[in-house]
């Protein structure tokens, strides 16, 4: 069992226990109103209000759903912590008494159900409290506090939007960027590391064009199925025939689409996919042996036209600072105690938060915070079963309220805490 018993006794936490229940209360409220991407606008009104009334000059609408807060507390350094708000296109499956039965209308104009299967509700809770806290113990620190709460992760857009629109002119620049998020892990331990952290993500359409028939006259066709099929078989030999063994990289078809009729052949075929990568070189030669797979295959067909490829969304890879890591890792241990701080390797999910730090040239630190009931992740670690443990994106996934919401919170003050001298 993890012991979550803190190790420090930092002034700017003394009301946490207090804040408990507000901030439940908060978390399952943004559970049960999830909000799609770009659409996070009662998820944004929630957390404006709660800045307010903490005392921040709150701006909302920044890349279009986005809220900045900030907290300026005397002469000291600009400190900005963010947080995701969007949820997911997902029929949740959690059977929790506040679970979501939300719908929203897609992109596409499709009545969708919504839910929050990837914690970001979890963090904008986080956030709420962490700001709440901060502003509550200003005695106790000096500098400037800047809140993000960023839209449309999920998408691989909110980060850029909100920089777009102008957050890098309108707004201090920070000494640090901190983020966090919730993950398959022990409830009540942070995990965290210097250098790559998640993964770039590229995600791709090829259209493939063939020419339809009969499907009782084949040779009248130029079949785009058997263009699909032998394309995703060959996709596949990507990084078992091209990526050494010693780099990283991940290439998943998630879509293959052909067709509405069993005895017709189509005249195109789609395959939309994703690739994760550790490294700028290995991201680059697996595109490119993408498009060569694809045209080939087109070519050994017959294909009356080259494949059309588009680019669906793309994430940065996320890196953190060595020395920025380092604080963050000693502050970490120095509250939590050394069973509780750990080190993970890269993950191969994305995330558009180091978008900030990169394109505004500041160091940046995001790292994990378990989210799965101790007990629960030490028998599937024993029986090797932890790949079975529902993950981020399963309409399962539920964060262990207790102590995951206290640790994320406390996580988020103590970093912050590490740049914002008494």
């Given at each position: 069992?993890?012991?979550?018993?803190?190790?420090?006794?930092?002034?700017?936490?003394?009301?946490?226990d207090?804040?408990?229940?507000?901030?439940?209360?908060?978390?399952?409220?943004?559970?049960?109103h999830?909000?799609?991407?770009?659409?996070?606008t009662?998820?944004?009104?929630?957390?404006?209000?709660?800045?307010r009334?903490?005392?921040?000059?709150v701006?909302?609408?920044?890349?279009?759903?986005?809220?900045?807060?900030?907290?300026?507390?005397?002469?000291?350094?600009?400190?900005?912590?963010?947080?995701?708000?969007?949820?997911?296109?997902i029929?949740?499956?959690?059977?929790?008494?506040?679970?979501?039965?939300?719908?929203?209308?897609?992109?596409?104009?499709?009545t969708?159900?919504?839910?929050?299967?990837?914690g970001?509700?979890?963090?904008?809770?986080?956030?709420a409290?962490?700001?709440?806290?901060m502003?509550?113990?200003?005695?106790?620190?000096?500098?400037?506090?800047m809140?993000?709460?960023?839209?449309?992760?999920?998408?691989?857009?909110?980060?850029?939007?909100?920089?777009?629109?102008?957050?890098?002119?309108?707004?201090?620049k920070?000494?640090?960027?901190?983020?966090?998020?919730?993950?398959?892990?022990?409830?009540?331990?942070v995990?965290?590391?210097?250098?790559?952290?998640?993964?770039?993500?590229?995600?791709?359409?090829i259209?493939?064009?063939?020419?339809?028939?009969?499907?009782?006259?084949?040779?009248?066709?130029?079949?785009?199925?058997?263009?699909?099929?032998?394309?995703?078989?060959?996709?596949?030999?990507?990084?078992?025939?091209?990526?050494?063994?010693?780099?990283a990289?991940?290439?998943?078809?998630?879509?293959?689409?052909?067709?509405t009729?069993?005895?017709?052949?189509?005249?195109?075929a789609?395959?939309?996919l994703?690739?994760?990568?550790f490294?700028?070189?290995?991201?680059?030669?697996?595109?490119?042996?993408?498009?060569?797979?694809?045209?080939?295959?087109?070519?050994?067909?017959?294909?009356?036209?080259?494949?059309?490829?588009?680019?669906?969304?793309?994430?940065?890879?996320?890196?953190?600072?060595?020395?920025a890591?380092?604080?963050?890792?000693?502050?970490?241990?120095?509250?939590?105690?050394?069973?509780?701080?750990?080190?993970?390797?890269?993950?191969p999910?994305s995330?558009?938060?180091?978008?900030?730090?990169?394109?505004?040239?500041?160091?940046?630190?995001?790292?994990?915070?378990?989210?799965?009931?101790?007990?629960?992740?030490a028998?599937?670690?024993?029986?090797?079963?932890?790949n079975?443990?529902?993950?981020?994106?399963?309409?399962?996934f539920?964060?262990?309220?207790?102590?995951?919401?206290?640790?994320?919170?406390?996580?988020?003050?103590?970093?912050?805490?590490?740049?914002?001298?008494?």
């Amino acid at each position: 069992m993890v012991n979550t018993q803190a190790l420090s006794s930092d002034p700017a936490l003394r009301n946490l226990d207090g804040m408990l229940p507000d901030l439940e209360a908060l978390y399952r409220d943004v559970h049960s109103h999830p909000e799609l991407s770009m659409q996070e606008t009662r998820t944004a009104g929630l957390a404006a209000d709660r800045l307010r009334a903490a005392g921040y000059e709150v701006t909302t609408g920044v890349g279009k759903t986005g809220v900045v807060g900030l907290l300026r507390n005397g002469e000291g350094p600009t400190v900005m912590l963010r947080a995701d708000m969007d949820a997911l296109p997902i029929q949740e499956a959690t059977a929790l008494p506040y679970a979501s039965k939300a719908t929203a209308m897609d992109r596409e104009g499709k009545t969708v159900p919504v839910s929050h299967m990837c914690g970001h509700d979890m963090h904008v809770t986080w956030l709420a409290g962490a700001t709440k806290l901060m502003a509550d113990a200003r005695t106790s620190w000096r500098g400037t506090l800047m809140a993000v709460f960023q839209p449309a992760e999920e998408t691989g857009e909110g980060a850029q939007a909100m920089i777009d629109d102008g957050l890098f002119k309108h707004f201090p620049k920070p000494d640090v960027i901190l983020g966090q998020h919730v993950m398959v892990g022990p409830a009540g331990t942070v995990a965290g590391r210097a250098g790559a952290i998640t993964s770039a993500a590229d995600s791709l359409q090829i259209r493939l064009f063939g020419r339809g028939a009969h499907g009782s006259m084949p040779q009248a066709s130029i079949d785009p199925v058997v263009m699909a099929a032998s394309t995703v078989l060959r996709l596949q030999t990507i990084i078992s025939r091209e990526v050494a063994a010693a780099e990283a990289a991940v290439l998943t078809v998630g879509v293959l689409q052909a067709g509405t009729k069993e005895n017709v052949i189509p005249d195109e075929a789609i395959i939309k996919l994703n690739v994760r990568t550790f490294d700028a070189g290995v991201r680059k030669r697996v595109l490119a042996a993408i498009e060569r797979i694809a045209n080939a295959e087109a070519a050994a067909s017959g294909a009356p036209q080259p494949p059309e490829i588009t680019t669906i969304d793309q994430y940065p890879l996320n890196v953190n600072n060595q020395d920025a890591a380092k604080r963050v890792a000693d502050a970490f241990r120095g509250h939590f105690g050394a069973e509780r701080v750990r080190e993970t390797g890269p993950a191969p999910a994305s995330e558009d938060f180091g978008s900030f730090g990169s394109e505004w040239h500041v160091p940046s630190v995001f790292w994990f915070v378990g989210g799965t009931d101790p007990k629960t992740y030490a028998q599937a670690k024993e029986a090797n079963k932890i790949n079975e443990l529902p993950v981020n994106h399963s309409p399962k996934f539920a964060p262990l309220l207790h102590p995951t919401l206290r640790t994320g919170v406390e996580a988020l003050v103590v970093a912050a805490r590490a740049w914002l001298p008494a």
